[in-house]
């Protein structure tokens, strides 16, 4: 999945870029949005309140056992082969999905992996796209993730960051499956050409 720790880096439009090449390739795709400062592509694809609503339950679970197909939102123009899974309404920039309506919900993490799990079962593929937060949900995704895309922007000073920040959170880590970087990719949004130069 795509990933960022830096807004506005392109890591949602990189993930839904994937998604709809892969579905229009005859390919059926499951795009998670756990993006919590900008639920750009819950927006985007018009998901409703009442599949928003639907994620909330499922995380106040702790799970999503069941209500995978449920929470699915299909994008018509796409032959059925493109589905969205939102952000719940309501959302906080603190962790991902931590907002008032889901106080107290069991952790995120196991929402996440239970949602991960059944849509590998029904779709080809699944895309997430990751918050710049870092909460659980995003911890919780790595863990489940086959490949990453680190997007990032290509001035030294994102890139710096990005990285520096990547390395502590991965010394700090104490689970193997989180950042296991043999699957990483790194993927540089060549917008200013600094790093290129």
Request: one cysteine or more; aromatic letters at 8%.
């Amino acid at each position: 999945f795509p990933s960022h720790d830096k807004g506005g880096v392109g890591a949602s439009t990189v993930s839904l870029s994937l998604a709809a090449c892969w579905a229009r390739h005859g390919l059926s795709v499951a795009l998670i949005d756990l993006d919590d400062f900008s639920p750009m592509i819950t927006n985007w694809a018009g998901v409703s309140s009442s599949k928003r609503k639907l994620v909330v339950e499922a995380i106040k679970l702790g799970n999503a056992d069941g209500k995978v197909a449920e929470l699915a939102h299909p994008l018509t123009q796409y032959n059925d082969l493109l589905y969205i899974i939102a952000q719940p309404e309501n959302y906080a920039e603190s962790f991902h999905f931590k907002a008032d309506i889901i106080d107290g919900a069991p952790s995120c993490s196991s929402y996440v992996s239970s949602l991960v799990r059944g849509l590998q079962e029904i779709f080809d593929l699944v895309v997430i796209d990751t918050g710049r937060s870092w909460g659980v949900a995003t911890l919780a995704a790595l863990s489940c993730s086959d490949k990453v895309c680190f997007v990032i922007d290509d001035d030294r000073v994102s890139l710096s960051t990005s990285l520096e920040n990547l390395a502590r959170l991965y010394r700090e880590s104490d689970d193997d499956g989180e950042f296991d970087l043999r699957k990483w990719s790194l993927v540089l949004n060549a917008h200013t050409g600094y790093v290129l130069i």
